[in-house]
C-alpha cells in the first residue's frame, strides 16, 4: 500500500510536470504558459512530499492502526527496547518515536533493528530500556522491525513461551499448568537469592503458602528466574497470583507481569 502511493504520487507530478511543460512549448495561445495547467504542477509538488511524509514508517499505521501490508503476517519477535528517541515529526499532535530494539526471533536468534512508529503522548512514558514489545519482523531484512498491532495477543504469548522454555526459564509442563490450572493467590513466607544470573534474570527461592478455592492452604517451595525488576514482588509478605493443578499441588507457577516498573 506504502509503495502504490508513492508511486501514484510521483506518477503525478511526471505527468503534472510533464503535461505542463508540452503545452508551454507547443500550445498557439498567446500565454502558453498561464492557465488552469499551471495548477498541475503546483498540485503535484504539494501531494508527493505530503504523499512520503504519511506514508513513511509508523505514519501509515498510526493512521490505519494496522501494521505495514509487508508486516502484517511477518514472523512474530521479542523486541527488548535499547533506547528511543523522537524524530520531531507529529501526527495530529503526537510524536513519532525511533525505537532501538535488540530482538530476539522465533527461532532463537538475535538480532538489533530499529521501528518507528507514533506514540500518545499518555503513553510515551511507558516506554523505556529493558521494556518487552511484540514485533514482526522479515529474517531478509532483520534490521528493521514493526511493534505488532494485530492484537493477536497468543502469538505474542507463544513467542514469549518459546523464549522462555530456550532460556531454561519455564517447562511445557509448567506452561500447561499456567494454561489449565486453577488461579489462586499465595503468600510469600520466605524468599533466599542464591546469587546465579542467568540472561539477566536473578535465581530465587521461594517458599508460598497457596490458598484454595475453599480457603484451605497449602504450603510449597518454587525455585525461579526473574527479571530484577520483579524480585521486589516477591518480598516476605507480598501476596502473588498463582496457578496449580489439584493433582499436583506442589507444582505451582507464579503469574506475574513481563514488564515490571
Known amino acids: 500500500m506504502k509503495n502504490n502511493i508513492r508511486i501514484a504520487a510521483v506518477a503525478f507530478l511526471v505527468l503534472g510536470v510533464g503535461y505542463y511543460f508540452w503545452h508551454g512549448l507547443t500550445s498557439d495561445d498567446m500565454l502558453p504558459w498561464v492557465g488552469w495547467q499551471m495548477g498541475l504542477p503546483i498540485a503535484a509538488l504539494t501531494v508527493v512530499?505530503?504523499?512520503?511524509?504519511?506514508?513513511?514508517?509508523?505514519?501509515?499505521?498510526?493512521?490505519?492502526?494496522?501494521?505495514?501490508?509487508?508486516?502484517?503476517?511477518?514472523?512474530?519477535?521479542?523486541?527488548?527496547?535499547?533506547?528511543?528517541?523522537?524524530?520531531?515529526?507529529?501526527?495530529?499532535?503526537?510524536?513519532?518515536?525511533?525505537?532501538?530494539?535488540?530482538?530476539?526471533?522465533?527461532?532463537?536468534?538475535?538480532?538489533?533493528?530499529?521501528?518507528?512508529?507514533?506514540?500518545?503522548?499518555?503513553?510515551?512514558?511507558?516506554?523505556?530500556?529493558?521494556?518487552?514489545?511484540?514485533?514482526?519482523?522479515?529474517?531478509?531484512?532483520?534490521?528493521?522491525?514493526?511493534?505488532?498491532?494485530?492484537?493477536?495477543?497468543?502469538?505474542?504469548?507463544?513467542?514469549?513461551n518459546q523464549a522462555m522454555i530456550r532460556k531454561g526459564f519455564t517447562t511445557r509442563a509448567k506452561l500447561d499448568i499456567a494454561r489449565r490450572g486453577i488461579a489462586a493467590q499465595a503468600v510469600v513466607r520466605s524468599l533466599s537469592v542464591p546469587g546465579e544470573i542467568r540472561d539477566g534474570h536473578t535465581r530465587v527461592n521461594l517458599e508460598l503458602v497457596v490458598t484454595r478455592p475453599d480457603n484451605s492452604t497449602f504450603a510449597t517451595h518454587m525455585d525461579k528466574f526473574l527479571q530484577p525488576a520483579l524480585v521486589s514482588r516477591v518480598q516476605v509478605g507480598r501476596i502473588v497470583q498463582v496457578h496449580y493443578l489439584p493433582e499436583n499441588e506442589q507444582e505451582v507457577v507464579l503469574s506475574l507481569p513481563v514488564n515490571a516498573g
Not at 495530529?92 to 530494539?101: C, D, G, L, W, Y
Not at 512514558?125 to 498491532?149: I, T
Open 49 to 160: 512530499p505530503i504523499a512520503f511524509a504519511f506514508t513513511g514508517d509508523g505514519i501509515l499505521s498510526a493512521l490505519t492502526g494496522n501494521n505495514s501490508s509487508a508486516y502484517r503476517n511477518a514472523l512474530v519477535g521479542l523486541g527488548t527496547i535499547e533506547s528511543f528517541a523522537q524524530t520531531g515529526v507529529y501526527l495530529n499532535e503526537q510524536p513519532q518515536v525511533k525505537i532501538a530494539f535488540r530482538v530476539e526471533g522465533a527461532h532463537g536468534e538475535t538480532f538489533p533493528a530499529q521501528a518507528r512508529m507514533i506514540v500518545p503522548l499518555t503513553e510515551l512514558a511507558l516506554l523505556r530500556p529493558g521494556v518487552v514489545l511484540p514485533v514482526r519482523y522479515l529474517p531478509e531484512r532483520p534490521g528493521r522491525v514493526e511493534v505488532d498491532m494485530s492484537g493477536d495477543t497468543a502469538a505474542a504469548q507463544e513467542a514469549m
